[in-house]
């Protein structure tokens, strides 16, 4: 694209956005440049908010006949560096934090139709006070976007009893690199006029299609809950534990969460007033959420999960466990687990890997990988921690204390995350389980993804997307 066809696009997405509405100046676009890790920083010709999803189709279609590049953006927290533009500075930043309608919730049928710039907690309010929740949460939810979940396929804390993103997505509206609308919004609870359009939009992190709108499935709000911290000797302990909740509990187990110790520790002393739940070292500690949608069936099924814990106490694979007596307590271990994340990564440099294998066999490939990669880079630490119920931990290995920031990642980071793939290949596993691919995992998806299924990628990727001008460089080997 020559400076004449720059000044062409500019004074076209100007025209159609306002002033307010297509950004040029450094101070404007500064803080949607860079990923929320700090790896990636880009370029971009302007930032562009259009406030509907016919603005969206009339810039689409100026880009397209300018060959200008659309890198669409939500709320920028994403972990792969999907919603940063390249160096070049030919790309167009598409916000779509002004898409930010929530429609009225429709109780009969559970159902709301929201805007993609809707954020997270946004939805979570709208819902709750219609007597109603979205099950989806995550530690972002103050920032992340409805468009980003759903281009992503997010996971959270709450897959284990709901499914991901796209398992509540029940329509979908989006742009498509010619400018043109796919709405299927209304949800049908039965169609079979072909492929499933809505679900490969899901999960493709804007390369083929820029979501707009969703219809979203919604679920009773819970009458209680009972949140539960449990000490424990092994990760292979944590999984016998999990087997037991679920054989006892399996429709109102809704979270199992793992943590290692020095995890722990390293969120103890990055929030001053948090304190450990349980007496004593642990190797490893559960946190874990049963729901129930009335107080009489939680009465009852307190009585369950005091046997399963008192039975596991028994059996040693439970050191020591609390339940929470209040819900502020409740909210005070969920705190302690969300902020893995932040105090991590005020520890200084480290090769985050978001990964999956079959359930069955995550204690056991924490338990032997973890040594080999401590092994192989003498000085690092690793860790694992997260969804052991889904058979999905973030999997991050952190520098030697020599380690500097950007070097590191760049030599040795990039060696350790190839050698976490082949171990996650090894064991029949995936190397994102719930972040994307973006630009950070793309080469190493060319390189271990399945050649077969990399191909009809492409191949999708090339037929509805011909000039290559949705979130080029991301996702698609």
């Given at each position: 694209?020559?400076?004449?066809?720059?000044?062409?696009?500019?004074?076209?997405?100007?025209?159609?956005?306002?002033?307010?509405?297509?950004?040029?100046?450094?101070?404007?676009?500064?803080?949607?440049?860079?990923?929320?890790?700090?790896?990636?920083?880009?370029?971009?010709?302007?930032?562009?908010?259009?406030?509907?999803?016919?603005?969206?189709?009339?810039?689409?279609?100026?880009?397209?006949?300018?060959?200008?590049?659309?890198?669409?953006?939500?709320?920028?927290?994403?972990?792969?560096?999907?919603?940063?533009?390249?160096?070049?500075?030919?790309?167009?930043?598409?916000?779509?934090?002004?898409?930010?309608?929530?429609?009225?919730?429709?109780?009969?049928?559970?159902?709301?139709?929201?805007?993609?710039?809707?954020?997270?907690?946004?939805?979570?309010?709208?819902?709750?006070?219609?007597?109603?929740?979205?099950?989806?949460?995550?530690?972002?939810?103050g920032s992340a976007t409805v468009g980003g979940l759903i281009s992503t396929n997010a996971g959270?804390?709450?897959?284990?009893?709901?499914?991901?993103?796209?398992?509540?997505?029940?329509?979908?509206?989006?742009?498509?690199?010619?400018?043109?609308?796919?709405?299927?919004?209304?949800?049908?609870?039965?169609?079979?006029?072909?492929?499933?359009?809505?679900?490969?939009?899901?999960?493709?992190?804007?390369?083929?299609?820029?979501?707009?709108?969703?219809?979203?499935?919604?679920?009773?709000?819970?009458?209680?809950?009972?949140?539960?911290?449990?000490?424990?000797?092994?990760?292979?302990?944590?999984?016998?534990?999990?087997?037991?909740?679920?054989?006892?509990?399996?429709?109102?187990?809704?979270?199992?969460?793992?943590?290692?110790?020095?995890?722990?520790?390293?969120?103890?002393?990055?929030?001053?007033?948090?304190?450990?739940?349980?007496?004593?070292?642990?190797?490893?500690?559960?946190?874990?959420?049963?729901?129930?949608?009335?107080?009489?069936?939680?009465?009852?099924?307190?009585?369950?999960?005091?046997?399963?814990?008192?039975?596991?106490?028994?059996?040693?694979?439970?050191?020591?466990?609390?339940?929470?007596?209040?819900?502020?307590?409740?909210?005070?271990?969920?705190?302690?687990?969300?902020?893995?994340?932040?105090?991590?990564?005020?520890?200084?440099?480290?090769?985050?890997?978001?990964?999956?294998?079959?359930?069955?066999?995550?204690?056991?490939?924490?338990?032997?990988?973890?040594?080999?990669?401590?092994?192989?880079?003498?000085?690092?630490?690793?860790?694992?921690?997260?969804?052991?119920?889904?058979?999905?931990?973030?999997?991050?290995?952190r520098a030697p204390a020599d380690g500097v920031p950007g070097n590191w990642e760049e030599k040795?980071?990039?060696?350790?995350?190839?050698?976490?793939?082949?171990?996650?290949?090894?064991?029949?596993?995936?190397?994102?389980?719930?972040?994307?691919?973006?630009?950070?995992?793309?080469?190493?998806?060319?390189?271990?993804?399945?050649?077969?299924?990399?191909?009809?990628?492409?191949?999708?990727?090339?037929?509805?997307?011909?000039?290559?001008?949705?979130?080029?460089?991301?996702?698609?080997?």
């Open positions: 694209m020559d400076n004449s066809s720059a000044d062409g696009f500019v004074a076209k997405a100007r025209a159609l956005l306002g002033e307010k509405g297509f950004l040029q100046s450094l101070d404007d676009l500064a803080p949607w440049l860079t990923d929320w890790r700090g790896r990636y920083t880009g370029k971009a010709i302007g930032l562009a908010a259009p406030a509907s999803t016919q603005e969206v189709s009339a810039l689409v279609k100026i880009c397209a006949d300018h060959g200008v590049p659309i890198v669409p953006q939500g709320g920028n927290s994403g972990m792969s560096g999907g919603a940063t533009p390249d160096n070049s500075g030919r790309a167009v930043i598409l916000s779509l934090r002004r898409l930010d309608t929530i429609h009225p919730v429709d109780t009969e049928t559970r159902q709301v139709r929201c805007d993609a710039g809707v954020i997270l907690q946004n939805l979570h309010e709208a819902a709750e006070a219609e007597g109603l929740r979205f099950p989806l949460t995550l530690g972002g939810k959270g804390t709450q897959v284990l009893r709901h499914g991901t993103m796209g398992a509540q997505v029940l329509g979908l509206e989006a742009v498509l690199a010619d400018g043109s609308i796919l709405n299927t919004l209304e949800p049908l609870k039965k169609d079979n006029r072909g492929f499933d359009l809505k679900q490969t939009l899901i999960g493709s992190e804007g390369t083929l299609g820029i979501v707009t709108g969703a219809t979203l499935k919604l679920v009773p709000q819970i009458a209680e809950r009972t949140v539960i911290w449990l000490g424990l000797p092994s990760v292979q302990a944590a999984r016998a534990v999990l087997v037991a909740f679920e054989t006892a509990m399996s429709e109102e187990l809704e979270g199992f969460e793992i943590i290692p110790s020095h995890a722990l520790t390293a969120v103890l002393d990055h929030l001053p007033d948090a304190r450990s739940p349980v007496e004593g070292e642990h190797n490893w500690h559960a946190l874990v959420e049963i729901v129930s949608d009335t107080e009489k069936h939680m009465a009852q099924l307190r009585e369950r999960i005091e046997h399963v814990i008192a039975d596991q106490l028994d059996a040693g694979l439970v050191a020591d466990g609390v339940l929470a007596s209040s819900e502020a307590q409740a909210e005070a271990f969920w705190l302690l687990r969300d902020s893995i994340s932040a105090a991590e990564k005020a520890l200084g440099p480290a090769m985050q890997h978001d990964v999956s294998v079959p359930v069955a066999k995550m204690a056991d490939f924490v338990a032997e990988t973890i040594p080999l990669v401590e092994k192989r880079f003498p000085g690092t630490r690793g860790m694992a921690f997260g969804h052991l119920g889904d058979g999905n931990v973030h999997y991050h290995v040795d980071g990039k060696a350790i995350s190839v050698f976490v793939h082949d171990l996650v290949t090894q064991w029949g596993g995936s190397i994102s389980a719930e972040h994307g691919i973006g630009q950070m995992k793309r080469e190493e998806l060319a390189r271990v993804g399945d050649p077969v299924a990399n191909a009809m990628m492409r191949a999708v990727k090339l037929a509805l997307d011909p000039q290559g001008i949705l979130n080029p460089g991301k996702l698609v080997p």
